[in-house]
């Protein structure tokens, strides 16, 4: 079944470990997003990813890290995790990075950081 | 700044028709989607404005004006599934979606 598939579903981590979220689509997507939501705020870009080999930052990017080796993956790293990183992480693709392309979103990582 | 403002939550009539406002002020405009959350689950898209007038797509329409800066997404025929948060985007100048915070519709019998 086509789309973006997340893992893991939900995490809970002690603060100051390491942790990487997995992202992968099936689409050929060039470009794929990560965004976290919190409680009465909108969707914040954490990073972003043009295409396969380029990488961007986004609105809140401090404490997280990523990379896109391929088309079809991208990984969101928490290098030391802190419990203001504790949120839902959404990530997203979309065919290009403008004009009318909509974007698609993996159904989410709960991550609770202790 | 760059500012995105919409109602914190509505209530609405099973049957009856609501109208989710959104305010922007962003640096540039490429275009402004809605899209549909349910608890738990991933954001769905539901329409694209980019010219100012009204866009329909069955029970939903989505109109846009930008010399005012605002869009609005109207429910028609209201049904329970459609009990969600309604989120409102707009694409800036860098071709990044700004987000609300969200409507979160409320549907009574």
């Known amino acids: 079944i086509a789309g973006i598939t997340q893992a893991p579903t939900s995490q809970i981590l002690a603060a100051g470990r390491r942790m990487t979220l997995r992202c992968t689509q099936d689409?050929?997507?060039?470009?794929m997003y990560w965004y976290r939501q919190d409680l009465g705020l909108g969707l914040r870009l954490i990073h972003y990813?043009?295409?396969?080999?380029?990488?961007g930052k986004g609105e809140v990017p401090d404490g997280y890290s990523v990379s896109r080796a391929n088309t079809d993956d991208f990984p969101l790293t928490l290098a030391s995790a802190v419990p203001s990183q504790t949120s839902v992480y959404f990530c997203?693709?979309?065919?290009?990075?403008?004009?009318?392309?909509?974007?698609?979103f993996g159904p989410g990582t709960r991550l609770t950081v202790l | 700044g760059q500012n995105i403002d919409q109602p914190t939550e509505m209530t609405a009539t099973e049957g009856a028709i609501v109208q989710i406002n959104c305010t922007y002020q962003?640096?540039?405009?490429?275009?402004l989607f809605w899209y549909q959350q349910h608890a738990g689950e991933a954001p769905t898209f539901l329409s694209y404005?980019?010219l100012d007038g009204l866009e329909e797509k069955g029970r939903f329409s989505s109109f846009l004006s930008r010399s005012k800066g605002y869009s609005y997404l109207l429910l028609k025929e209201l049904q329970m599934k459609d009990s969600a948060s309604y989120l409102c985007?707009?694409?800036?100048?860098?071709?990044?979606?700004?987000w609300g915070a969200g409507t979160k519709l409320i549907i009574k019998p």
């Open positions: 985007a707009v694409r800036d100048s860098n071709y990044q979606l700004i």
């Open positions: 997203a693709s979309s065919e290009t990075s403008g004009g009318t392309d909509t974007q698609y």
């Open positions: 962003t640096s540039g405009f490429n275009g």
């Open positions: 404005n980019v």
């Open positions: 990813s043009n295409t396969a080999g380029t990488t």
């Open positions: 689409m050929r997507h060039n470009a």
